[in-house]
Nanobody
């Protein structure tokens, strides 16, 4: 059984940076897509960024240039720069065997439990 564990969340001041990590255990040899989602207080969950096994990336348009997704072996990361208070939320990692529009609906094979990111002075 695959398990995902996030780390790196916490409190950061506006303008600061934070790096989230998601580490997978189990067999992920069939996994093609790794993704980060976030859910801000009172808002719906949204897809933040994805990276495929081949290294292709996608980003939520409003975050392009501030957030960077990367991967190495069984871990993938979300580096967040120039953080804003509206970036506050629970960030969850997820993986899937496919790269499809289903990821926009949150239809992923495996999920982490989430990490809280709070951007506040």
């Amino acid at each position: 059984q695959v398990q995902l564990v996030e780390s790196g969340g916490g409190l950061v001041q506006p303008g600061g940076s934070l790096r989230l990590s998601c580490t997978a255990s189990g067999d992920i040899s069939l996994i093609n897509t790794m993704a980060w989602y976030r859910q801000a207080p009172g808002k719906q969950r949204e897809l933040v960024a994805t990276i495929t096994g081949g290294g292709d990336t996608t980003y939520l348009d409003s975050l392009r240039g501030r957030f960077t997704i990367s991967k190495k072996q069984k871990s993938f990361h979300l580096t967040m720069d120039s953080l804003l208070p509206e970036d506050t939320g629970v960030y969850s990692c997820a993986i899937d065997r496919f790269f499809s529009d289903c990821m926009y609906k949150g239809d992923m094979d495996f999920w982490g439990k989430g990490a809280l990111v709070t951007v506040s002075s």
